[in-house]
């Protein structure tokens, strides 16, 4: 079965400054998706960015963006301007690209802490 | 348009006790999921329901059933809850197939505490 795994279980940054958050994962698969979600103390999931592996070009999103590194099985996510709001748990994610396989792994999650 | 919703938003059980959490989405998904979140753990998938009439086993479905009672809805049933339940548990959908973003839309969890 696929994991992920996220190295980092805190981060802390500078508001205004950028922070890089560690994914790897393991699969056998050549085609997948990988999701960054953020969880505020709300607890509400929410997709922060989305990358299929068969697309080359990282993908971004305003102040967000990944390095996808396919041979490396790495997928980081980076936080441009940091604001007082971004402070949350980040959880990677990965799911298959088969169409009968639903199941989504996710990594443990880094709590992130944005200092003002 | 609420997305994903789900009740209740706290719930405390003693052992042994039974109880559904039910969710609903009204963005036509076909796919729906519940997940479980312990504390220093990444969401777990419990159940999911690929359409309407399925529902398959995840990654920890023991003590659980689902029933995927129509399109928009997808409800969790624990018979006799077990202190090990103790989670966060999260619903979500998403639109699966060839094409399709599928992306997970996430309701805002149920804090579960068996006693």
Not at chain 2, 13 to 41: E, F, I, V
């Amino acid at each position: 079965a696929q994991t992920v795994t996220q190295s980092q279980p805190e981060m802390s940054v500078q508001e205004a400054e950028t922070v890089t958050l560690s994914c790897t994962y393991d699969t056998s698969e050549s085609d997948y998706y990988l999701f960054w979600y953020k969880q505020p103390p709300s607890r509400q999931m929410i997709l922060v960015i989305r990358q299929e592996a068969y697309k080359q070009q990282n993908a971004t999103e305003n102040r967000f963006s990944v390095n996808f590194q396919k041979a490396a099985k790495s997928f980081s996510l980076k936080i441009s301007d940091s604001q007082l709001g971004d402070a949350a748990m980040y959880f990677c994610a990965y799911r298959s690209y088969l169409y009968n396989n639903n199941d989504m792994r996710f990594g443990a999650g880094t709590r992130l802490t944005v200092k003002p | 348009n609420a997305g994903v919703t789900q009740t209740p938003k706290f719930q405390v059980l003693k052992t042994g006790q039974s109880m559904t959490l039910q969710c609903a989405q009204d963005m036509n998904h076909n796919s729906m999921y519940w997940y479980r979140q312990d504390p220093g753990m990444g969401l777990r998938l419990i159940y999911y329901s690929a359409s309407e009439g399925t529902t398959d086993k995840g990654e920890v479905p023991n003590g659980y059933n689902v029933s995927r009672l129509n399109k928009r809805e997808f409800s969790l049933r624990l018979e006799s809850a077990a202190p090990s339940q103790t989670s966060v548990y999260f619903c979500a959908s998403s639109e699966v197939g060839w094409g399709s973003t599928d992306t997970q839309y996430f309701g805002p969890g149920t804090r579960l505490t068996v006693l």
